[in-house]
């Protein structure tokens, strides 16, 4: 295994203390990074076990496949998905979901823990169950502190350990890890009503704010304030016709749209069909055989524009889109690193990725502003649109 400039500068840090978070972009090679720790310690350790702990029933084929492909050659097993295991292993992989069926066949103590897509284990429910005396732990997010608690402190480090490496998209661009790309942020107006709307739920919250000394979102009636102004804007009227003239005037090979909810995908998907594109649908309302199928039309170019709502938000690999459009700019920043990422892996017919995010009001505008600066300064090309009233 040939590992890449970052992973082999990060791999000492990890062995030195077989323990830690790495903190890598999505399409940067976590997953080979974590198989060469597994090769590692198997080869140091020969009689420990590995437990692969990840949130989706796609990332549990997805790692099935990796660690084939690349020659772990022990005993494989899955947990999750209609599989289910009996006895120990020496090496499990299995969803969140189903690892309560497992723990009472895993020694800790002898085994080394990894957790992909880390940050997902950040609350008590789970932490509980990963709350032992590893031999060795080894987290992997692109994005492993959360937006919204100290769950990252409180529970995710201390099962996991500190983040001892970090690499991020420019990072990743300079080195020719991830394609190119540029941002482009859209701005659809609320129309005369939403606007009204949106004013009076600002005053509410700017009046509960000083009522209570502070915007605390543990305050019930604040966080109900936020919350109702944030859906107003997310299913604001013009997003999706927006949205439909974008796609058609960025030419792209292949687009995923990602929108705030079931109900707008299914609009943008009902429109985007009447305008010469081939577009499905990927959401739990589908059954498995169908979201696969959309999936692998999609892969295989029969399918131009897929439309998901979070499904497609972490881990499962989409190297075949140059294309993202994000109706909902008010996604948590964790959210948005997600997406991005799915578009920004490396193929032989991509040379660069467009990333289009649509936006609807001043607190979607200032999140994206503070994002703009920073890539803009790193020489990522950042550009303003307006939708033409």
Not at 242 to 260: A, C, N, P
Request: positive net charge; proline residues 3%; hydrophobic residues 40%.
């Amino acid at each position: 295994m040939k590992l890449r400039s970052w992973q082999a500068e990060a791999f000492p840090l990890w062995w030195d203390k077989q323990q830690g978070i790495i903190k890598v972009v999505t399409g940067g090679g976590k997953t080979f990074f974590a198989i060469h720790c597994i090769k590692e310690y198997l080869k140091a350790s020969p009689k420990k076990d590995i437990l692969i702990v990840v949130p989706s029933i796609a990332l549990l084929d997805q790692w099935s496949e990796a660690l084939l492909e690349n020659n772990v050659n022990q005993e494989i097993v899955l947990n999750g998905g209609g599989e289910k295991v009996n006895k120990s292993a020496k090496i499990i992989v299995t969803t969140i979901d189903s690892l309560k069926n497992i723990l009472g066949i895993v020694n800790a103590e002898n085994s080394l823990l990894i957790v992909d897509e880390c940050h997902k284990i950040g609350t008590e429910k789970r932490g509980d169950m990963l709350n032992n005396n590893w031999s060795a732990t080894l987290g992997l997010s692109a994005t492993p502190e959360r937006d919204y608690d100290d769950n990252f402190y409180v529970i995710i480090k201390k099962i996991l350990g500190d983040i001892i490496f970090e690499y991020d998209y420019i990072d990743a661009r300079d080195d020719e890890v991830i394609v190119n790309f540029s941002l482009l942020y859209a701005y659809a107006p609320l129309l005369k009503e939403e606007e009204k709307k949106y004013e009076n739920f600002s005053k509410s919250i700017r009046r509960r704010a000083a009522t209570i000394g502070g915007h605390n979102m543990d305050d019930y009636p604040l966080k109900m304030h936020v919350f109702n102004r944030a859906r107003l804007i997310k299913n604001s009227k013009n997003r999706i016709p927006y949205g439909v003239d974008l796609i058609q005037k960025y030419k792209r090979e292949s687009w995923i749209v990602f929108t705030e909810n079931k109900k707008q995908a299914k609009e943008f998907n009902k429109i985007i069909n009447t305008k010469g594109f081939k577009s499905a649908l990927y959401n739990t309302d589908l059954d498995s055989t169908e979201r696969l199928e959309n999936l692998n039309k999609f892969k295989k170019a029969d399918l131009n524009v897929l439309v998901t709502c979070t499904a497609l938000d972490e881990g499962f690999d989409m190297p075949e889109a140059d294309g993202a459009l994000i109706l909902s700019a008010s996604s948590s920043k964790r959210q948005r690193v997600q997406r991005m990422g799915r578009v920004l892996r490396i193929t032989e017919s991509k040379p660069n990725a467009l990333i289009v995010t649509v936006y609807s009001s001043k607190t979607e505008f200032d999140k994206l502003m503070e994002e703009a600066k920073r890539y803009h300064k790193e020489g990522v090309p950042v550009s303003w649109k307006r939708q033409d009233r």
